[in-house]
């Protein structure tokens, strides 16, 4: 526990400090060091608080929503989301995320849940059509998701 703690105060110190963070808290950009610097808070909650964490993204607001920029995560084992900060994809929650395919039919779900098997750390890019928490309609979105910890995978993306 107090590794991980350690680990969540560190990533935390270089996130706070990092150029493409001081832009999101200044200027809310809603594009991809954001989403980055986003992931990188996301993974530092997720460590020190899963639960605490996944309630807060679930809420859709605060750092965890900047503009178009939202958080998701599901189980790396059974796939089913078990957080998402879009107010348009609510419904997500429990269900799969291998299911998801986007308005041209690419299986983009499928990515998704292949990334978060690589190892923690190990960032994957996934693009897809998806709907943005402010309009329904599609929009091309690129996420980066990674694992976190054992359990469960995190992803942010931004919209293009």
Do not use: H, W
């Given at each position: 526990?107090?590794?991980?703690?350690?680990?969540?105060?560190?990533?935390?110190?270089?996130?706070?400090?990092?150029?493409?963070?001081?832009?999101?808290?200044t200027?809310?950009?809603?594009?991809?060091?954001?989403?980055?610097?986003?992931?990188?808070?996301?993974?530092?909650?997720?460590?020190?608080n899963?639960?605490?964490?996944?309630?807060?993204?679930?809420q859709?607001?605060?750092?965890?929503?900047?503009?178009?920029?939202?958080?998701?995560?599901?189980?790396?084992?059974?796939?089913?989301?078990?957080?998402?900060?879009?107010?348009?994809?609510?419904?997500?929650?429990?269900?799969?995320?291998?299911?998801?395919?986007?308005?041209?039919?690419?299986?983009?779900?499928?990515?998704?849940?292949?990334?978060?098997?690589?190892?923690?750390?190990?960032?994957?890019?996934?693009?897809?059509?998806?709907?943005?928490?402010?309009?329904?309609?599609?929009?091309?979105k690129?996420?980066?998701?990674?694992?976190?910890?054992?359990?469960?995978?995190?992803?942010?993306?931004y919209?293009?």
């Amino acid at each position: 526990m107090l590794r991980k703690i350690i680990i969540a105060a560190a990533s935390g110190a270089v996130l706070a400090l990092s150029p493409a963070a001081f832009a999101q808290q200044t200027e809310g950009l809603a594009n991809e060091p954001a989403a980055k610097a986003m992931l990188l808070n996301v993974v530092t909650e997720v460590k020190v608080n899963r639960e605490q964490a996944f309630d807060m993204f679930n809420q859709g607001g605060g750092r965890f929503l900047n503009g178009d920029i939202y958080v998701f995560c599901n189980n790396v084992g059974n796939g089913k989301f078990v957080a998402m900060g879009n107010a348009n994809a609510k419904e997500l929650l429990g269900q799969d995320v291998r299911t998801l395919k986007d308005a041209t039919g690419k299986a983009f779900g499928q990515e998704i849940y292949a990334a978060g098997q690589k190892p923690e750390g190990e960032i994957t890019e996934v693009s897809y059509l998806f709907a943005k928490p402010t309009d329904p309609k599609p929009a091309a979105k690129t996420s980066f998701v990674t694992r976190v910890d054992d359990d469960f995978a995190c992803g942010v993306g931004y919209y293009k």
